[in-house]
């Protein structure tokens, strides 16, 4: 009698921040922000939420939660308490994120007394609810693209995880980038190193040298 023992097998234990992180090339990046429909008012609003998160890097609550007084026009800086932290974060105002915001705040957004930037654009108007992950948004431009991807809802992270990739590849600091994404630790920012595959390969032992 054969009995199965594949239950009996213990996997080994993974720990979460081995696993590298999936994320989007820059052309995709790119051609999913340029696939979204400025010409609406909730187009303006997508737009300029996915920019924030391609551009920054920031994470979807910080999106959700960002006021009017963050950002501050005179000064083109975006000033926040991150969510997550709780820890200030200061950010230059670049230009195409400027524009988005100046175009969502004059052109789309609903009148409504509430300081933060970014509302529903179903009644009741008002800012997205606690935990909203804004999955519609980016599962919305990924149809505009024609981008397949299988967990739309992990899709701010992983505009996160990609703006932090090409960062490294660009030959940004590694602390200087754990600042930009907000970690409390550039430990947390390291594991960003096991995606950027052209340093990898520089590293890289030949067949002859492993031979040798």
């Given at each position: 009698?054969?009995?199965?023992?594949?239950?009996?097998?213990?996997?080994?234990?993974?720990?979460?921040?081995?696993?590298?992180?999936?994320?989007?090339?820059?052309?995709?990046?790119?051609?999913?922000?340029?696939?979204?429909?400025?010409?609406?008012?909730?187009?303006?609003?997508?737009?300029?939420?996915?920019?924030?998160?391609?551009?920054?890097?920031?994470?979807?609550?910080?999106?959700?939660?960002?006021?009017?007084?963050?950002?501050?026009?005179?000064?083109?800086?975006?000033?926040?308490?991150?969510?997550?932290?709780?820890?200030?974060?200061?950010?230059?105002?670049?230009?195409?994120?400027?524009?988005?915001?100046?175009?969502?705040?004059?052109?789309?957004?609903?009148?409504?007394?509430?300081?933060?930037?970014?509302?529903?654009?179903?009644?009741?108007?008002?800012?997205?609810?606690?935990?909203?992950?804004?999955?519609?948004?980016?599962?919305?431009?990924?149809?505009?693209?024609?981008?397949?991807?299988?967990?739309?809802r992990r899709g701010f992270h992983r505009l996160r995880?990609?703006?932090?990739?090409?960062?490294?590849?660009?030959?940004?600091?590694?602390?200087?980038?754990?600042?930009?994404?907000?970690?409390?630790?550039?430990?947390?920012?390291?594991?960003?190193?096991?995606?950027?595959?052209?340093?990898?390969?520089?590293?890289?032992?030949?067949?002859?040298?492993?031979?040798?």
């Amino acid at each position: 009698m054969e009995v199965d023992l594949g239950p009996a097998i213990v996997l080994p234990r993974v720990p979460r921040n081995s696993v590298p992180p999936r994320i989007f090339d820059k052309a995709t990046v790119e051609r999913l922000l340029g696939a979204v429909d400025r010409s609406t008012p909730l187009g303006k609003r997508d737009y300029a939420m996915l920019l924030l998160a391609a551009r920054y890097g920031l994470r979807s609550s910080d999106i959700r939660t960002l006021r009017l007084d963050d950002v501050r026009w005179r000064e083109q800086r975006i000033v926040l308490i991150q969510s997550k932290t709780q820890r200030p974060l200061e950010l230059p105002l670049l230009a195409d994120v400027d524009h988005a915001l100046v175009d969502y705040l004059q052109h789309g957004r609903p009148p409504c007394s509430a300081r933060e930037i970014f509302l529903r654009h179903m009644r009741p108007i008002a800012p997205f609810s606690y935990g909203n992950a804004h999955w519609a948004v980016i599962d919305r431009a990924l149809r505009a693209a024609g981008i397949a991807d299988p967990h739309p809802r992990r899709g701010f992270h992983r505009l996160r995880h990609s703006r932090a990739t090409q960062l490294l590849a660009d030959g940004v600091a590694i602390d200087t980038i754990s600042d930009v994404l907000g970690h409390m630790s550039v430990d947390t920012t390291r594991r960003y190193t096991q995606v950027d595959l052209a340093r990898l390969r520089s590293v890289a032992l030949t067949e002859a040298e492993v031979r040798r």
